[in-house]
């Protein structure tokens, strides 16, 4: 799957909120087929789920965190503390992916992998989705939903855990997606 694939999961008029819960699903579900899978389908899945979390964090982190910072109240510290939850998935992201799905290791880093994005997300579900929701009207959630979209077709596809804040993204993130899209591509045997 690629970002821009990621990208185009939710209709088009769907608000920001809408999108990233919509995305929370199907990487629940990504979870569980992974676990559910083995060889080369399990490691289609992992993929799909390392690309789907690659996007959708880097989204959250150059759209979502700043209203979160000026807009939710004790923001600062909301986004801080996702950000730091965040920062350490993708260091776990990046070395599940070095290991591969066929190692020994996979499965029992892999599982604690799963239980703290799984509590990562609800955070977000409870702590900043709903003071985002209050602070902004409709029309400037669906206008959030579409930056969402348009971060997520130009973000990396693979965990890049030196990009720790919202600028290091911002300057980092179209080079590094450039060069994972060419990985991907590469990887697909796609001419």
């Not at 977000?124 to 989705?129: D, G, S, V, Y």
């Amino acid at each position: 799957m690629s970002a821009g694939d990621i990208a185009d999961t939710v209709n088009d008029n769907a608000d920001a909120i809408d999108i990233l819960l919509a995305q929370h699903n199907q990487i629940k579900q990504l979870f569980s087929l992974v676990e559910s899978s083995e060889g080369e389908a399990q490691q289609r899945e992992f993929d799909h789920l390392r690309a789907l979390l690659a996007v959708h964090e880097t989204a959250e982190e150059e759209v979502l965190r700043p209203v979160t910072r000026s807009d939710v109240p004790n923001g600062d510290a909301v986004a801080d503390a996702r950000m730091e939850e965040e920062n350490e998935a993708k260091e776990v992201l990046a070395n599940l992916e070095k290991l591969g799905c066929s190692s020994s290791e996979f499965m029992p880093k892999f599982l604690e992998f799963k239980k703290s994005v799984l509590a990562h997300a609800e955070h977000e579900e409870h702590e900043e989705f709903p003071g985002i929701r209050a602070s902004k009207t409709p029309d400037e959630l669906k206008k959030m939903g579409k930056r969402i979209k348009m971060a997520e077709k130009m973000a990396p596809t693979h965990p890049h855990p030196s990009a720790k804040s919202t600028t290091a993204n911002y300057l980092a993130g179209p080079f590094a997606a450039m060069l994972d899209k060419v990985r991907d591509h590469m990887k697909s045997g796609k001419d």
